[in-house]
């Protein structure tokens, strides 16, 4: 069965700290689809990133990075330089089989991010 | 880039009454689209696939009595809520997926926020 584990509920940093958020994810398939989403406290669902499964190429969007490894079943997300700003909730998501009109995304339960200045 | 509109942003309503949510694909067609529902401080749970012309798929545990999925065309889906009860009040989410090939990019929605008196 699918499944996103994001294991950490709550994190607080102090501005300028790195912070990484861990995400775990369950899936036979392998084709598949994964995901992190920014969540303000608007409401307003925020797209990050999405990674094919067979694209391990770890990302870099300015502060933001994401480090992808099949072999542990990780996709971690990583905020260097932390700002206020980036206090929110962030999900880490799952696709499977993407090419499939119904399929949604598995969400995991989230990690509240809280940087103080 | 796609965008999806979601009709109110927030509504009251008192008990008993019914709610009518409007998703709108604003730039795109979209075949499927999804109904995710947020309770406080907890994931995004999906409730239902709506795809246009047929009848939506329901998740287990949801009373498609209660929340009346219609998708009528390739641009507009409704969520009703019917009878609401304050168990009901919730943030209500949907997303919207392209209709081309490819890997099925999925947009969301700014979210409804339901409160039920």
Same mark, same amino acid.
């Given at each position: 069965a699918q499944k996103v584990t994001q294991a950490q509920t709550e994190i607080s940093v102090v501005e300028k700290e790195d912070v990484t958020l861990d995400c775990v994810?369950?899936?036979?398939?392998?084709?598949?689809?994964?995901?992190?989403?920014?969540?303000p406290p608007s409401g307003e669902l925020v797209f990050l990133i999405r990674r094919n499964s067979f694209d391990e190429q770890n990302e870099i969007s300015g502060r933001y990075s994401w480090n992808f490894q099949k072999s542990t079943s990780s996709f971690n997300f990583t905020?260097?330089?932390?700002?206020?700003? $980036?206090?929110?909730?962030?999900?880490? &998501? #799952?696709?499977? $089989?993407?090419?499939?009109?119904?399929? &949604? #995304?598995?969400?995991?339960?989230?990690?509240t991010l809280s940087v103080s200045s | 880039g796609a965008v999806v509109s979601q009709h109110p942003s927030w509504v009251i309503c008192k008990s008993g009454t019914s709610v009518k949510i409007e998703c709108r694909s604003l730039d795109f067609q979209a075949t499927t689209m999804f109904w995710y529902r947020q309770f406080p401080k907890?994931?995004?749970?999906?409730?239902?696939?709506?795809?246009?012309?047929?009848?939506?798929?329901?998740?287990?545990?949801?009373?498609?009595?209660?929340?009346?999925?219609?998708?009528?065309?390739?641009?507009?889906?409704?969520?009703?809520?019917?009878?609401?009860?304050?168990?009901?009040?919730?943030?209500?989410?949907?997303?919207?997926?392209?209709s081309a090939g490819g890997p099925g990019e999925q947009f969301f929605g700014p979210g409804t926020r339901l409160t039920v008196l």
């Amino acid at each position: 069965a699918q499944k996103v584990t994001q294991a950490q509920t709550e994190i607080s940093v102090v501005e300028k700290e790195d912070v990484t958020l861990d995400c775990v994810y369950e899936t036979r398939d392998t084709t598949y689809y994964l995901f992190w989403y920014k969540q303000p406290p608007s409401g307003e669902l925020v797209f990050l990133i999405r990674r094919n499964s067979f694209d391990e190429q770890n990302e870099i969007s300015g502060r933001y990075s994401w480090n992808f490894q099949k072999s542990t079943s990780s996709f971690n997300f990583t905020i260097t330089a932390s700002q206020v700003v $980036d206090s929110a909730v962030y999900f880490c &998501a #799952l696709s499977e $089989d993407p090419n499939q009109a119904g399929t &949604a #995304l598995i969400f995991g339960k989230g990690t509240t991010l809280s940087v103080s200045s | 880039g796609a965008v999806v509109s979601q009709h109110p942003s927030w509504v009251i309503c008192k008990s008993g009454t019914s709610v009518k949510i409007e998703c709108r694909s604003l730039d795109f067609q979209a075949t499927t689209m999804f109904w995710y529902r947020q309770f406080p401080k907890q994931s995004l749970m999906l409730m239902a696939t709506s795809n246009e012309g047929s009848k939506a798929t329901y998740e287990q545990g949801v009373e498609k009595d209660k929340f009346l999925i219609n998708h009528a065309s390739l641009t507009l889906s409704t969520l009703t809520v019917t009878s609401a009860h304050p168990e009901d009040s919730s943030f209500y989410i949907c997303s919207a997926r392209i209709s081309a090939g490819g890997p099925g990019e999925q947009f969301f929605g700014p979210g409804t926020r339901l409160t039920v008196l």
